[in-house]
C-alpha cells in the first residue's frame, strides 16, 4: 500500500472545490452530454497520464463517486492526472459512444438500457450493443429513489395527488439525467407530467440539488423528486432544521420500473437517509464507470490498479462509497464488455 493515503476531509475539500468550480459552466446542455472542455466547467489534477471524464451534476451523486474514485486512482499512481466534467447518467453513456471523453460515471440501469437499446436509448443511431462503450467498475454504490415532500403535504403518494389535480410546485433534475428520466416517467404514468401539473396551476422546476433544498426550506417547493446515497449533504441541510416527509413508492411503480426499467424494488430501513423515521418503499440502482474502446490504455488500466490498490481508502473518500470492496464485484455482470486494460489491471491484481 502507498504512503500517499487520501484522508475524509482532504476527499470532500476536493469534492467541494470540484463542485464550486463545475457549478460555473455547468447549464442544461452539459447535462444532456454536451459540456465544454474549458477549465470553468471541471475539476483537473495534472499529470502525464491524463483521462477526460464526465461525471453527473456537481453537488450530486455521480460527481462525487467520478471525484473519489479518480482521487484514489491518483494517490496510487501520481502521474495519473485527470478532468471531470459535469454531466448526466444518461448523457454520458451517448458521449462514451461519440468518444467525446475517455470515462464517464453512468449508473448500471441506465448503461444496461443503453447496451440492449431501450429506452430511452430505443432511437438512438447505433449498433446493440454500442460499439464503442466498454465497461471499466462497478462501483458497488447504492441510488436510492424516494420523494420527500413537506410536513404538510396532503397526500400519501404522487398518484393520489394527480388523481386530484393538486397544483404541487415540485422538483426534478434536468433533462438528460436519469434520476430526471426516471421520474419524468412516474409522472406520465400518473398523468401528471409536467405539461398536466402546470395546467393544475402547479410549478415544475428542473434545478440542482442544493438550489433544490435552499427553495424547500423557503416552502417554495412541496416536494423534491429525489435520487441520492444514503449520505447526501442536501438533505441533512434540510432536515436539521425540518422533519419532511417521505413518500413510499406504490407496488404498481415498483412492478413497473422493475419490469420495463430494471430497477429494484428495496426498503430502506429507518435511519437509512437523513431525517428518516421509519422503513420506506424505495427503488434501488448501482453506479458504473465505463470508457470507449479508444481511451488510453495505460491511463485505464491506471485508473483500475490505482483504485484496487488503495481500496481501504475508497469508503473513506465518501458515505455513498462504504460498501466499496475491491473484489469480483467490481467487474461482474458489467452491463458491457470489459475494456481490455481494465480486465488486465484485475488479471494482474489476482481478482479475474
Known amino acids: 500500500m502507498k504512503n ?8 470532500l475539500t476536493a469534492i467541494g472545490s ?7 459552466g455547468c447549464t442544461e446542455g452539459d447535462l444532456n452530454g454536451e459540456a465544454g472542455t474549458g477549465d470553468d466547467d471541471s475539476e483537473m489534477a495534472e499529470g502525464d497520464v491524463m483521462l477526460q471524464t464526465a461525471a453527473g451534476s456537481p453537488g450530486g451523486t455521480g460527481y462525487v463517486i467520478m471525484t473519489s474514485m479518480l482521487s484514489t486512482a491518483s494517490s496510487a499512481h501520481p502521474d495519473l492526472g485527470y478532468n471531470v466534467l ?3 447518467w444518461l448523457g454520458n453513456n451517448n458521449r462514451l459512444q461519440d468518444q467525446e471523453v475517455d470515462m464517464a460515471h453512468t449508473t448500471v440501469v441506465a ?3 443503453a447496451a440492449t437499446g431501450q429506452d430511452p436509448y430505443d432511437e438512438e443511431d447505433w449498433d446493440t450493443p454500442p460499439s464503442n462503450i466498454r465497461s471499466v467498475i462497478n462501483d458497488q454504490s447504492e441510488q436510492f429513489y424516494y420523494v420527500l415532500t413537506q ?9 393520489e395527488a394527480a388523481d386530484d389535480e393538486y397544483p404541487i410546485e415540485v422538483m426534478n433534475q434536468a433533462d438528460g439525467t436519469f434520476g430526471g428520466f426516471v421520474w419524468d416517467t412516474v409522472l406520465e404514468e400518473a398523468n401528471y407530467g ?3 401539473i402546470e395546467d393544475y396551476g402547479g410549478r415544475f422546476v428542473r434545478t440542482e440539488w442544493d438550489d433544490a433544498a435552499d427553495m424547500f426550506l423557503d416552502e417554495d417547493l412541496d416536494a423534491i423528486l429525489a435520487v441520492s446515497g444514503r449520505s447526501v449533504g442536501w438533505l441533512e441541510n434540510i432536515t436539521a432544521t425540518r422533519d419532511p416527509r417521505f413518500l413510499d413508492w406504490t407496488e404498481d411503480d415498483q412492478e413497473f420500473f422493475e419490469d420495463n426499467y430494471g430497477l429494484d424494488p428495496h426498503t430502506l430501513e429507518e435511519g437509512g437517509l437523513p431525517g428518516l423515521e421509519r422503513d420506506l418503499d424505495t427503488m434501488i440502482d448501482g453506479g458504473h464507470i ?16 490505482g483504485v484496487i490498490e488503495e481500496a481501504e481508502q475508497v469508503p473513506q473518500t465518501t458515505d455513498t462509497l462504504e460498501m466499496f470492496e475491491a473484489d469480483e464485484a467490481m467487474f461482474d455482470d458489467t452491463p458491457f464488455e470489459l475494456h481490455p486494460a481494465a480486465e488486465q489491471a484485475y488479471e494482474d491484481a489476482g481478482l479475474m
Do not use: C
Request: charged share 20%; aromatic share 6%.
Open 4 to 11: 500517499n493515503k487520501l484522508n475524509r476531509r482532504q476527499m
Open 18 to 24: 470540484a463542485g464550486a468550480i463545475a457549478a460555473a
Open 86 to 88: 459535469p454531466g448526466g
Open 111 to 113: 448503461a444496461t438500457l
Open 151 to 159: 410536513p404538510d403535504f396532503p397526500y400519501d403518494s404522487l398518484q
Open 194 to 196: 409536467q405539461e398536466q
Open 290 to 305: 465505463a470508457t470507449h474502446v479508444d481511451a488510453p490504455d495505460e491511463a485505464i488500466e491506471m485508473f483500475v490498479s
